[in-house]
Protein backbone atom coordinates (compact mmCIF):
# COMPACT_ATOMS: atom_id res chain seq x y z
CA UNK A 1 0.00 0.00 0.00
CA UNK A 2 3.04 2.25 1.06
CA UNK A 3 4.34 1.76 -3.05
CA UNK A 4 0.95 2.54 -4.11
CA UNK A 5 1.08 5.91 -2.28
CA UNK A 6 3.94 6.75 -3.45
CA UNK A 7 4.33 9.75 -4.79
CA UNK A 8 6.09 8.41 -7.96
CA UNK A 9 3.04 6.70 -8.29
CA UNK A 10 0.75 8.65 -7.80
CA UNK A 11 2.27 11.29 -10.16
CA UNK A 12 2.23 8.48 -12.83
CA UNK A 13 -1.36 7.84 -12.22
CA UNK A 14 -1.69 11.74 -12.39
CA UNK A 15 -0.17 11.39 -16.02
CA UNK A 16 -2.50 8.51 -16.67
CA UNK A 17 -5.45 10.19 -15.93
CA UNK A 18 -4.89 13.35 -17.80
CA UNK A 19 -4.05 11.72 -20.82
CA UNK A 20 -7.08 9.19 -20.90
CA UNK A 21 -9.50 12.86 -19.91
CA UNK A 22 -7.95 13.93 -22.92
CA UNK A 23 -6.03 17.20 -20.73
CA UNK A 24 -3.87 18.89 -23.34
CA UNK A 25 -1.27 18.86 -20.63
CA UNK A 26 2.41 17.98 -21.66
CA UNK A 27 5.86 17.74 -20.13
CA UNK A 28 8.37 20.13 -23.06
CA UNK A 29 9.77 17.28 -25.33
CA UNK A 30 13.35 18.50 -24.37
CA UNK A 31 13.17 18.67 -20.95
CA UNK A 32 11.66 15.00 -21.12
CA UNK A 33 14.37 13.55 -22.60
CA UNK A 34 16.92 15.40 -20.63
CA UNK A 35 14.92 13.92 -17.41
CA UNK A 36 15.14 10.62 -18.59
CA UNK A 37 19.01 11.03 -19.28
CA UNK A 38 19.55 12.31 -16.23
CA UNK A 39 17.87 9.47 -14.36
CA UNK A 40 19.74 6.87 -16.36
CA UNK A 41 23.53 8.75 -15.64
CA UNK A 42 22.15 8.64 -11.88
CA UNK A 43 20.99 4.92 -11.96
CA UNK A 44 24.46 3.79 -13.63
CA UNK A 45 26.65 5.97 -11.74
CA UNK A 46 25.28 4.92 -8.27
CA UNK A 47 25.28 1.19 -9.42
CA UNK A 48 29.42 1.89 -10.41
CA UNK A 49 29.93 2.65 -7.25
CA UNK A 50 28.29 0.27 -5.04
CA UNK A 51 29.85 -2.17 -7.63
CA UNK A 52 33.03 -0.95 -6.77
CA UNK A 53 32.75 -1.60 -3.16
CA UNK A 54 32.10 -5.46 -4.08
CA UNK A 55 34.08 -7.93 -5.61
CA UNK A 56 32.59 -9.43 -9.14
CA UNK A 57 32.36 -12.71 -7.51
CA UNK A 58 30.56 -16.37 -9.25
CA UNK A 59 26.82 -15.63 -8.11
CA UNK A 60 27.31 -11.96 -10.14
CA UNK A 61 28.24 -13.67 -13.19
CA UNK A 62 25.59 -16.04 -12.66
CA UNK A 63 23.41 -13.54 -12.33
CA UNK A 64 24.57 -12.15 -15.35
CA UNK A 65 24.70 -15.99 -17.47
CA UNK A 66 21.30 -15.98 -16.30
CA UNK A 67 19.68 -12.52 -17.69
CA UNK A 68 21.16 -13.22 -20.47
CA UNK A 69 19.49 -16.41 -20.75
CA UNK A 70 15.83 -15.10 -19.62
CA UNK A 71 16.27 -12.40 -22.21
CA UNK A 72 16.82 -14.35 -25.13
CA UNK A 73 14.02 -16.92 -23.84
CA UNK A 74 11.37 -15.01 -22.78
CA UNK A 75 10.51 -13.79 -26.14
CA UNK A 76 10.35 -17.26 -27.60
CA UNK A 77 7.59 -17.83 -24.47
CA UNK A 78 5.76 -14.47 -25.51
CA UNK A 79 5.67 -15.45 -29.13
CA UNK A 80 4.28 -18.70 -28.60
CA UNK A 81 1.63 -17.13 -26.13
CA UNK A 82 0.73 -14.30 -29.29
CA UNK A 83 0.35 -16.78 -31.47
CA UNK A 84 -2.07 -19.77 -29.75
CA UNK A 85 -3.47 -17.31 -28.43
CA UNK A 86 -4.11 -14.29 -30.98
CA UNK A 87 -4.36 -13.42 -34.71
CA UNK A 88 -1.26 -11.66 -34.70
CA UNK A 89 0.89 -11.83 -37.99
CA UNK A 90 4.47 -13.65 -37.33
CA UNK A 91 5.81 -10.49 -37.87
CA UNK A 92 3.54 -8.59 -35.51
CA UNK A 93 3.73 -11.35 -32.53
CA UNK A 94 7.76 -11.55 -33.12
CA UNK A 95 8.33 -7.67 -32.94
CA UNK A 96 6.15 -7.89 -29.55
CA UNK A 97 7.66 -10.62 -28.16
CA UNK A 98 11.08 -8.90 -28.06
CA UNK A 99 9.99 -6.23 -26.47
CA UNK A 100 8.74 -8.55 -23.24
CA UNK A 101 12.68 -10.22 -23.39
CA UNK A 102 14.22 -7.09 -23.13
CA UNK A 103 13.61 -4.53 -20.18
CA UNK A 104 11.98 -1.04 -19.34
CA UNK A 105 14.61 1.46 -17.39
CA UNK A 106 11.77 3.13 -15.74
CA UNK A 107 10.06 0.21 -14.58
CA UNK A 108 13.46 -0.70 -12.88
CA UNK A 109 13.96 2.54 -11.40
CA UNK A 110 10.22 2.42 -10.05
CA UNK A 111 11.08 -0.96 -8.52
CA UNK A 112 14.48 0.15 -7.05
CA UNK A 113 12.75 3.39 -5.48
CA UNK A 114 9.79 1.01 -4.11
CA UNK A 115 12.33 -1.23 -2.34
CA UNK A 116 14.33 1.85 -1.25
CA UNK A 117 10.81 2.51 0.30
CA UNK A 118 11.06 -0.68 2.09
CA UNK A 119 14.18 -0.05 3.49
CA UNK A 120 15.70 -2.55 0.96
CA UNK A 121 18.81 -1.55 -0.90
CA UNK A 122 19.73 -3.83 -3.81
CA UNK A 123 22.67 -4.49 -5.31
CA UNK A 124 24.64 -2.39 -7.45
CA UNK A 125 25.55 -4.85 -10.35
CA UNK A 126 21.76 -5.06 -10.96
CA UNK A 127 21.85 -1.79 -13.14
CA UNK A 128 24.39 -3.60 -15.57
CA UNK A 129 22.00 -6.50 -15.37
CA UNK A 130 19.58 -4.36 -17.01
CA UNK A 131 21.72 -3.46 -19.33
CA UNK A 132 22.83 -7.43 -20.03
CA UNK A 133 18.84 -8.04 -20.72
CA UNK A 134 18.61 -5.07 -23.43
CA UNK A 135 19.75 -6.76 -26.38
CA UNK A 136 19.45 -10.06 -26.60
CA UNK A 137 15.85 -10.10 -27.13
CA UNK A 138 16.49 -8.21 -29.95
CA UNK A 139 18.19 -10.64 -31.55
CA UNK A 140 15.47 -13.72 -31.12
CA UNK A 141 12.99 -11.37 -32.11
CA UNK A 142 14.77 -11.04 -35.52
CA UNK A 143 15.35 -14.62 -35.46
CA UNK A 144 11.59 -15.95 -34.82
CA UNK A 145 10.23 -12.97 -37.73
CA UNK A 146 12.95 -13.77 -40.07
CA UNK A 147 12.98 -17.28 -40.38
CA UNK A 148 11.77 -19.14 -43.27
CA UNK A 149 11.80 -15.55 -45.07
CA UNK A 150 14.06 -15.10 -48.18
CA UNK A 151 17.03 -12.83 -47.66
CA UNK A 152 16.65 -8.57 -48.40
CA UNK A 153 17.71 -7.24 -51.51
CA UNK A 154 21.48 -6.14 -51.12
CA UNK A 155 21.11 -2.28 -52.32
CA UNK A 156 20.70 0.77 -49.82
CA UNK A 157 17.31 0.24 -49.46
CA UNK A 158 17.85 -3.39 -48.02
CA UNK A 159 18.58 -3.79 -44.26
CA UNK A 160 21.61 -1.85 -42.91
CA UNK A 161 23.17 -4.43 -40.55
CA UNK A 162 25.70 -1.94 -39.65
CA UNK A 163 23.05 0.45 -38.76
CA UNK A 164 21.22 -2.30 -37.02
CA UNK A 165 24.23 -3.28 -34.72
CA UNK A 166 24.98 0.46 -33.90
CA UNK A 167 21.37 0.52 -33.29
CA UNK A 168 20.81 -2.58 -30.83
CA UNK A 169 24.11 -2.19 -29.11
CA UNK A 170 24.93 1.33 -28.59
CA UNK A 171 21.20 2.73 -27.77
CA UNK A 172 20.94 5.85 -25.57
CA UNK A 173 20.33 3.75 -22.90
CA UNK A 174 22.96 1.39 -23.21
CA UNK A 175 25.74 3.92 -23.67
CA UNK A 176 24.62 6.31 -20.75
CA UNK A 177 23.55 3.19 -18.19
CA UNK A 178 26.86 1.44 -19.23
CA UNK A 179 28.90 4.87 -19.39
CA UNK A 180 27.59 5.76 -15.57
CA UNK A 181 28.38 2.13 -14.60
CA UNK A 182 31.85 2.26 -15.48
CA UNK A 183 32.26 6.12 -14.09
CA UNK A 184 30.71 5.35 -11.01
CA UNK A 185 32.76 2.13 -10.47
CA UNK A 186 35.93 4.32 -11.59
CA UNK A 187 35.42 7.47 -9.30
CA UNK A 188 34.20 5.33 -6.15
CA UNK A 189 32.49 6.89 -3.21
CA UNK A 190 34.49 9.75 -2.97
CA UNK A 191 34.32 10.54 -6.80
CA UNK A 192 30.85 10.55 -6.39
CA UNK A 193 30.09 12.65 -3.27
CA UNK A 194 31.26 15.56 -5.12
CA UNK A 195 28.28 14.85 -7.59
CA UNK A 196 25.60 13.86 -4.83
CA UNK A 197 24.14 17.42 -4.51
CA UNK A 198 23.12 16.47 -8.58
CA UNK A 199 22.54 12.95 -8.20
CA UNK A 200 21.27 12.45 -4.85
CA UNK A 201 18.72 14.86 -3.41
CA UNK A 202 17.00 15.96 -6.92
CA UNK A 203 16.66 12.26 -7.53
CA UNK A 204 12.68 11.82 -6.27
CA UNK A 205 12.02 14.85 -7.77
CA UNK A 206 13.16 14.14 -11.19
CA UNK A 207 11.97 10.96 -10.99
CA UNK A 208 8.08 12.51 -9.80
CA UNK A 209 8.42 14.25 -13.31
CA UNK A 210 9.32 11.68 -15.57
CA UNK A 211 6.68 9.54 -14.27
CA UNK A 212 4.38 12.52 -14.61
CA UNK A 213 5.45 12.37 -18.43
CA UNK A 214 4.98 8.37 -18.56
CA UNK A 215 1.84 8.67 -17.56
CA UNK A 216 0.98 11.05 -19.89
CA UNK A 217 2.82 8.68 -22.56
CA UNK A 218 1.18 5.81 -21.29
CA UNK A 219 -2.45 7.18 -21.13
CA UNK A 220 -2.41 8.86 -24.37
CA UNK A 221 -0.88 5.54 -26.05
CA UNK A 222 -3.97 3.50 -24.71
CA UNK A 223 -5.85 5.64 -26.00
CA UNK A 224 -4.92 5.97 -29.47
CA UNK A 225 -3.81 2.53 -29.92
CA UNK A 226 -6.51 0.05 -27.93
CA UNK A 227 -8.57 -0.21 -30.90
CA UNK A 228 -5.17 -2.12 -32.69
CA UNK A 229 -5.66 -4.55 -29.55
CA UNK A 230 -7.74 -7.32 -28.91
CA UNK A 231 -8.68 -9.01 -26.35
CA UNK A 232 -6.31 -11.65 -26.26
CA UNK A 233 -3.24 -9.46 -27.10
CA UNK A 234 -4.25 -7.16 -24.09
CA UNK A 235 -4.54 -10.06 -21.77
CA UNK A 236 -1.48 -10.44 -23.00
CA UNK A 237 0.15 -7.43 -21.75
CA UNK A 238 -1.06 -8.33 -18.30
CA UNK A 239 -0.46 -12.30 -17.92
CA UNK A 240 3.12 -12.14 -19.70
CA UNK A 241 4.44 -9.89 -16.82
CA UNK A 242 3.65 -12.51 -14.75
CA UNK A 243 5.32 -15.22 -16.67
CA UNK A 244 8.59 -13.35 -16.80
CA UNK A 245 8.41 -12.71 -13.08
CA UNK A 246 7.61 -16.40 -11.89
CA UNK A 247 10.12 -17.59 -14.31
CA UNK A 248 12.77 -15.29 -13.32
CA UNK A 249 11.85 -16.26 -9.37
CA UNK A 250 12.18 -19.70 -10.49
CA UNK A 251 15.78 -19.01 -11.33
CA UNK A 252 16.68 -16.80 -8.66
CA UNK A 253 16.20 -19.44 -5.75
CA UNK A 254 19.09 -21.40 -7.00
CA UNK A 255 20.87 -18.47 -6.73
CA UNK A 256 20.35 -17.47 -3.36
CA UNK A 257 19.44 -14.49 -4.37
CA UNK A 258 18.71 -11.47 -1.60
CA UNK A 259 14.82 -10.55 -1.71
CA UNK A 260 15.79 -6.91 -2.99
CA UNK A 261 17.87 -8.58 -5.98
CA UNK A 262 15.09 -11.17 -6.63
CA UNK A 263 12.40 -8.61 -6.76
CA UNK A 264 15.03 -6.39 -9.05
CA UNK A 265 15.51 -9.63 -11.34
CA UNK A 266 11.50 -10.31 -11.25
CA UNK A 267 10.80 -6.83 -12.04
CA UNK A 268 13.35 -6.54 -15.02
CA UNK A 269 12.06 -9.85 -16.58
CA UNK A 270 8.43 -8.94 -16.18
CA UNK A 271 8.91 -5.07 -18.43
CA UNK A 272 8.58 -4.67 -21.48
CA UNK A 273 11.03 -2.27 -23.27
CA UNK A 274 9.66 1.00 -24.81
CA UNK A 275 13.08 2.60 -25.95
CA UNK A 276 15.37 0.14 -27.25
CA UNK A 277 13.23 -2.45 -28.96
CA UNK A 278 10.84 -0.20 -30.52
CA UNK A 279 13.74 1.56 -32.29
CA UNK A 280 15.47 -1.79 -33.63
CA UNK A 281 11.98 -3.18 -34.93
CA UNK A 282 11.74 0.09 -36.49
CA UNK A 283 14.90 -0.37 -38.58
CA UNK A 284 14.78 -4.23 -38.98
CA UNK A 285 11.25 -5.27 -39.02
CA UNK A 286 9.19 -1.59 -40.14
CA UNK A 287 6.75 -3.92 -41.58
CA UNK A 288 5.40 -4.88 -37.70
CA UNK A 289 2.86 -2.42 -36.14
CA UNK A 290 4.08 -0.14 -33.65
CA UNK A 291 0.67 0.32 -32.34
CA UNK A 292 0.36 -2.93 -31.37
CA UNK A 293 3.64 -3.66 -29.78
CA UNK A 294 3.77 0.16 -27.90
CA UNK A 295 0.21 0.03 -27.01
CA UNK A 296 1.09 -3.47 -25.28
CA UNK A 297 4.15 -2.42 -24.00
CA UNK A 298 3.53 1.15 -23.09
CA UNK A 299 0.34 1.27 -22.35
CA UNK A 300 -1.03 -2.09 -20.44
CA UNK A 301 2.25 -3.68 -19.04
CA UNK A 302 4.50 -0.79 -18.23
CA UNK A 303 0.70 0.86 -16.04
CA UNK A 304 0.24 -2.70 -14.92
CA UNK A 305 3.89 -2.97 -13.69
CA UNK A 306 4.20 0.53 -11.70
CA UNK A 307 0.40 0.06 -10.23
CA UNK A 308 0.31 -3.60 -8.84
CA UNK A 309 3.26 -5.56 -10.61
CA UNK A 310 6.11 -4.01 -8.66
CA UNK A 311 4.59 -4.49 -4.92
CA UNK A 312 3.64 -7.95 -5.67
CA UNK A 313 7.21 -8.84 -7.10
CA UNK A 314 8.92 -7.52 -4.18
CA UNK A 315 6.38 -9.27 -1.28
CA UNK A 316 6.92 -12.65 -3.42
CA UNK A 317 10.38 -11.95 -3.24
CA UNK A 318 10.29 -11.41 0.28
CA UNK A 319 8.34 -14.26 1.06
CA UNK A 320 10.76 -16.65 -1.44
CA UNK A 321 14.08 -15.08 -0.52
CA UNK A 322 13.28 -14.06 3.52
CA UNK B 1 13.32 40.99 -64.68
CA UNK B 2 14.65 38.38 -62.49
CA UNK B 3 15.07 34.19 -64.16
CA UNK B 4 13.79 31.57 -62.47
CA UNK B 5 14.21 27.75 -63.06
CA UNK B 6 12.61 24.96 -63.20
CA UNK B 7 13.16 21.74 -60.91
CA UNK B 8 11.88 19.16 -58.33
CA UNK B 9 10.60 19.64 -55.28
CA UNK B 10 10.81 16.37 -53.51
CA UNK B 11 9.02 16.28 -49.88
CA UNK B 12 8.80 12.96 -47.69
CA UNK B 13 7.32 12.55 -44.38
CA UNK B 14 8.48 9.42 -42.98
CA UNK B 15 9.58 7.59 -39.68
CA UNK B 16 12.69 9.15 -38.04
CA UNK B 17 14.23 5.60 -38.12
CA UNK B 18 14.14 5.63 -42.10
CA UNK B 19 15.92 8.77 -42.37
CA UNK B 20 18.99 7.36 -42.59
CA UNK B 21 17.99 4.85 -45.40
CA UNK B 22 16.45 7.83 -47.49
CA UNK B 23 19.41 10.02 -46.99
CA UNK B 24 21.73 7.11 -48.23
CA UNK B 25 19.43 6.66 -51.39
CA UNK B 26 19.52 10.61 -52.18
CA UNK B 27 23.22 10.71 -51.54
CA UNK B 28 23.32 7.33 -54.32
CA UNK B 29 21.38 9.21 -56.88
CA UNK B 30 23.70 12.56 -56.82
CA UNK B 31 21.27 14.80 -54.95
CA UNK B 32 23.14 17.93 -53.84
CA UNK B 33 20.94 18.38 -50.64
CA UNK B 34 18.33 18.42 -48.46
CA UNK B 35 16.37 19.62 -45.58
CA UNK B 36 15.12 17.56 -42.50
CA UNK B 37 12.29 19.49 -40.43
CA UNK B 38 11.15 17.56 -37.47
CA UNK B 39 7.14 16.83 -37.26
CA UNK B 40 4.88 17.64 -34.15
CA UNK B 41 1.32 15.86 -35.01
CA UNK B 42 -0.72 14.11 -37.18
CA UNK B 43 -3.37 11.90 -38.11
CA UNK B 44 -2.99 9.06 -40.86
CA UNK B 45 -3.90 5.26 -41.14
CA UNK B 46 -6.60 5.54 -38.53
CA UNK B 47 -4.26 7.11 -36.09
CA UNK B 48 -3.29 9.99 -34.43
CA UNK B 49 0.34 10.72 -33.49
CA UNK B 50 2.59 13.11 -31.96
CA UNK B 51 6.13 14.04 -31.32
CA UNK B 52 6.72 11.43 -28.21
CA UNK B 53 9.38 12.16 -25.12
CA UNK B 54 11.44 9.03 -25.58
CA UNK B 55 15.19 9.29 -25.96
CA UNK B 56 14.96 6.94 -28.97
CA UNK B 57 12.99 9.15 -31.17
CA UNK B 58 11.83 5.94 -32.67
CA UNK B 59 8.45 6.93 -33.14
CA UNK B 60 9.25 10.74 -34.03
CA UNK B 61 8.03 11.59 -37.86
CA UNK B 62 10.36 13.73 -39.83
CA UNK B 63 9.50 16.34 -43.34
CA UNK B 64 12.58 15.32 -45.75
CA UNK B 65 12.48 17.69 -48.90
CA UNK B 66 15.29 18.06 -51.27
CA UNK B 67 15.08 20.86 -54.95
CA UNK B 68 16.78 19.21 -57.78
CA UNK B 69 16.99 18.73 -60.99
CA UNK B 70 14.16 16.32 -62.67
CA UNK B 71 16.71 13.34 -63.73
CA UNK B 72 18.37 13.56 -60.25
CA UNK B 73 14.72 13.26 -58.45
CA UNK B 74 13.34 10.90 -60.95
CA UNK B 75 15.99 8.43 -60.67
CA UNK B 76 15.65 8.68 -57.01
CA UNK B 77 12.06 7.18 -56.74
CA UNK B 78 12.27 3.92 -57.69
CA UNK B 79 14.26 3.25 -54.28
CA UNK B 80 12.38 6.06 -52.41
CA UNK B 81 9.63 3.49 -53.55
CA UNK B 82 11.03 0.40 -52.39
CA UNK B 83 12.14 2.08 -48.97
CA UNK B 84 8.52 3.42 -48.40
CA UNK B 85 6.72 -0.15 -48.86
CA UNK B 86 8.78 -1.23 -45.25
CA UNK B 87 8.88 1.86 -43.83
CA UNK B 88 5.87 4.27 -42.66
CA UNK B 89 5.73 7.50 -44.62
CA UNK B 90 4.52 9.48 -48.00
CA UNK B 91 6.30 11.00 -50.62
CA UNK B 92 5.30 14.00 -52.79
CA UNK B 93 7.34 15.93 -56.06
CA UNK B 94 6.08 18.86 -57.34
CA UNK B 95 7.48 21.42 -59.77
CA UNK B 96 9.26 24.49 -58.37
CA UNK B 97 10.98 27.66 -59.78
CA UNK B 98 14.70 28.86 -58.29
CA UNK B 99 16.22 31.44 -57.94
CA UNK B 100 20.07 30.12 -58.27
CA UNK B 101 19.82 26.57 -60.08
CA UNK B 102 23.52 26.11 -59.62
CA UNK B 103 23.05 25.27 -56.34
CA UNK B 104 20.69 22.24 -57.47
Not at chain 1, 20 to 41: C, N, Q, T
Not at chain 1, 51 to 64: N, P
Not at chain 2, 31 to 42: D, H, Q
Request: aromatic share 8%; charged share 15%; net charge neutral.
Amino acid sequence: METLLSPVVLFFTLGLVAALLRSPMSVPEAFAKGLAIYLMMAIGLKGGVEMSKTAIDGTVLAVFAVATILSFGLPLIAFFALRVTSKLSRTDAAATAGHYGSISIVTFVAALDALRLSGVEPSGYLVAVAAIMETPAIITALWLALRGRAAPESNAAALDRGELIREVTLNASIVVLMGGLVIGAIAGADGYERLAPFFTAPFQGVLCLFMLDMGLNAGRGLRRGWRALGIAPFAFGLYMPLIGAAIAAGVSLPLGLAAGDMAILMTLSASASYIAVPAAMRLALPEAEPSIYLTLSLGVTFPFNIALGIPLYIAVASALAG
Amino acid sequence: MTDLHDKLRLEIIVEKPALRRMENVLEEAGVKGWTVIPCLSGFGGRTRWSRGTDISGASDMIVLISIGGADVIMSALDPLHKLLDRHIGVLSVSEVKVLRPGLF
